[in-house]
């Protein structure tokens, strides 16, 4: 359970640039505004997180999302 909120804020973080930026901040008061609650560890745990690597693996994610969507879009176009 402790490792499903983590990776719950850090997939929020790596997705949305704005609460990545709040969670590098405050990470304690960033997760509670998501409605996540977090322990001392878990806090202390992303006081380490590269947010620089983070932010680049989000906009890997939304780069392959976004060629989905036009590989989509142009498959129906073909049909």
């Known amino acids: 359970m ?3 909120v983590l990776l719950a804020v850090l997939g929020k973080a790596a997705l949305d640039p704005a609460f990545l ?3 590098k901040a405050d990470p304690e008061a960033a997760a509670k505004a998501a409605g996540l609650e977090l322990t001392q560890a878990q806090i202390d ?3 380490k997180v590269n947010f620089a690597g983070l932010r680049d693996f989000g906009k890997q994610i ?3 999302k976004l060629a989905a969507t036009v590989d989509k ?3 129906e176009r073909r049909s």
Do not use: M
Request: aromatic content about 0%; overall charge negative.
């Open 45 to 47: 745990q992303l006081k």
């Open 21 to 23: 930026d709040q969670l």
């Open 2 to 4: 402790a490792q499903d």
């Open 62 to 64: 939304e780069a392959k």
């Open 73 to 75: 879009v142009d498959g």
